[in-house]
């Protein structure tokens, strides 16, 4: 399990995301811009309007990655007046904001660009509005410093989307049966599955300077931001000791206050920022408010009991212990029965345990209890989908991803219910996200390559099913892909010819031109074949008297193998190529932690010699459909 640094943990961006930052900053020159908070010229590859559309478009799996929204209308309102005004008094008051309360007991908070957040977990532990300033404003610090635009932190994560798919998908079962349990457990109610993201220990003290004048030009004694140091400690060994673990003990904490200066080091710091800082000191009453801190958080505080239960429930769910999760979250509604979280793990066990009908009643009333809240969404056309009531399931499904658009188990969910309908266009785009996100999935590729053959895209299904043979080959999609390979191969073949090199040859599917070069004594043509990778290079020239095919061919295997320490390990001279009598020689030598294994075979024929230079790895040389296959295109040789 892997985190990522901050004030606590920071969420992942998608790989939706990632997809959209690339596209955005392959076409970026190099700039540079003024850094808001020093002032300074800095190199920049990301502007601010780049910044506001990456951050729109990670928000909503933000939110959702760790539990949703915690629905409180009064004390967001609250909440969202404190952020107002730290932002108004920020280095760029001009951006949008708003903020969210993340319903995840993992003592965590964040900021992007337009958007701000704090977990409950974190939330209950701060003592007054001081410290809730102190740790908003030192998020909202790594926005106006610009610091996920210096790291371009957007653009490199895809380990959510790939997390959920492996977790949720990765079950063999028929998927007609209970393929779906596992599906479940990606509800987005766990919070396990967060990237790590550092920001470097710079970056963490400019964002603690930073927490401490907003603070204060907001109103606040920033003397408190200590004590949500210690405050964010305590949560963190409280939450840690829920789950049996210590800090040092190698949690995910532990990479989380790696990135973080030493706690007497930061204590420092914000002392002498507040001595610093002493014209900028605007102190409302006593700068804490701590009675009305209470009484607007005592509603959520008094919640964060039950999910305490609610959180053994989840652990003991992903260990399979049903049971125990029963019992745990029986204890949590007990404690209080208004929370849609527990309504929807609720509906994930009883799913479990075939229990459909349940399953269906506990999803249902998790929706009556929030409309919008995804994880029941989706566990309601998950439910729709075990009892084959597919075109059922298509509605919430839609309407689960229209929350939360980077949720693999919806997308591999309408995947297979439009397969199961027959419309398998409309399935496509769901199992394509599915194997970008979980491409070691032993039956996506074959779920795939179905459709893309069903929808008349027999090259795309050709290659999809070779996939599947690559992940699973003694799977039974794996068995049924290694029959269509046979099948479709034939009707892939490809002619290929060459003036200059005066031959033709046939293709097999799969194989495709790589390179063509063209001359009056000759020319030299490059074939591959994607999966598994295998090159076959073909070339021509005048045969120049007096040197022998074998003389020529050795020239050619010292000019091709040119500082590559390799060993010959097979010679035959009596090799029959297209009717004609050659040499081949085999070698071997290691590249990038590979033994590559390249065969190099020479003929003369009408005052011409030529070449064929077959090269791959090991594995995929002795692999027995590309034997097949380079026989195949051997034999087609012709002249």
């Known amino acids: 399990m892997t985190r990522r640094a901050g004030w606590g943990f920071r969420p992942a961006v998608f790989e939706g995301l990632a997809r959209a930052a690339l596209l955005l900053l392959t076409g970026l020159t190099s700039g540079c811009a003024v850094n808001p908070v020093t002032g300074q010229s800095e190199l920049m590859l990301v502007s601010e309007e780049q910044e506001l559309i990456l951050g729109r478009q990670a928000y909503p799996s933000l939110v959702w990655q760790d539990g949703g929204p915690y629905r409180d209308p009064q004390l967001h309102g609250y909440l969202s007046g404190i952020v107002r005004r730290l932002h108004a008094v920020s280095h760029r008051p001009n951006l949008p904001v708003d903020f969210t309360i993340e319903n995840s007991s993992v003592p965590n908070a964040w900021a992007i660009p337009g958007h701000t957040a704090i977990n409950r977990g974190l939330l209950v532990a701060v003592e007054n509005e001081a410290q809730f300033a102190f740790v908003m404003g030192h998020e909202m610090g790594h926005v106006t410093s610009r610091h996920s635009a210096q790291r371009q932190t957007y653009g490199t994560l895809a380990g959510l989307g790939a997390l959920m798919a492996q977790v949720a998908v990765g079950t063999q079962r028929d998927p007609r049966a209970r393929q779906t349990g596992e599906v479940l457990v990606g509800l987005g109610m766990i919070g396990t599955s967060l990237v790590l993201l550092k920001y470097d220990r710079g970056q963490e003290t400019q964002a603690d300077h930073l927490g401490v004048l907003y603070m204060a030009r907001a109103g606040y004694d920033p003397r408190e931001a200590v004590a949500a140091h210690q405050s964010l400690q305590r949560a963190v060994e409280d939450f840690l000791g829920a789950r049996g673990e210590k800090p040092g003990s190698g949690s995910f904490l532990d990479d989380l206050l790696s990135t973080h200066p030493r706690s007497e080091v930061r204590i420092q710091d914000v002392a002498q920022v507040t001595k610093e800082l002493a014209s900028d000191i605007r102190m409302e009453g006593d700068g ?352």
Do not use: C
């Open 288 to 639: 804490k408010f701590r009675d009305r801190w209470l009484l607007q958080t005592a509603e959520i505080r008094q919640a964060q009991q039950a999910y305490l239960a609610f959180d053994q429930a989840q652990t003991a769910y992903l260990k399979n212990d049903l049971l125990g999760a029963e019992r745990h979250l029986t204890a949590a509604l007990q404690r209080d029965d208004r929370q849609p979280p527990f309504y929807a793990l609720r509906g994930a066990i009883h799913l479990r345990q075939d229990r459909v009908e349940e399953s269906l009643g506990s999803f249902q009333r998790a929706v009556s209890l929030d409309p919008d809240f995804q994880p029941a969404i989706h566990g309601l056309g998950a439910v729709l989908f075990v009892r084959q009531d597919y075109r059922g399931a298509i509605p919430s499904l839609h309407r689960s991803l229209e929350i939360f658009p980077d949720f693999v188990p919806s997308h591999y969910l309408l995947g297979l219910t439009y397969s199961r309908l027959g419309q398998y266009r409309q399935a496509l785009p769901h199992l394509k996200v599915v194997t970008e996100a979980s491409p070691k999935h032993p039956m996506i590729y074959g779920l795939l390559a179905e459709a893309l053959e069903r929808s008349g895209d027999v090259r795309g299904a050709y290659a999809a099913y070779q996939a599947q043979l690559q992940v699973a080959p003694n799977s039974e999609w794996g068995q049924r892909a290694r029959e269509r390979v046979g099948t479709l191969r034939a009707s892939l073949s490809t002619p290929y010819s060459s003036r200059s090199m005066r031959l033709h040859l046939t293709l097999p599917g799969g194989w495709s031109l790589a390179d063509e070069r063209e001359g009056r004594r000759g020319g030299e043509t490059l074939f591959q074949r994607e999966t598994p990778r295998v090159l076959l290079r073909v070339a021509s020239t005048d045969f120049d008297a007096p040197q022998s095919v074998e003389q020529r061919l050795d020239e050619w295997i010292d000019r091709a193998m040119r500082g590559e320490g390799y060993r010959v390990t097979g010679v035959e001279r009596n090799l029959s190529v297209a009717g004609q009598r050659g040499i081949a020689k085999a070698v071997e030598y290691r590249s990038r932690g590979e033994t590559i294994e390249r065969t190099f075979i020479a003929f003369a024929r009408g005052g011409r010699v030529y070449w064929l230079d077959i090269a791959a790895a090991r594995d995929a040389r002795r692999d027995r459909e590309v034997r097949q296959e380079l026989n195949a295109i051997l034999r087609s040789l012709n002249f």
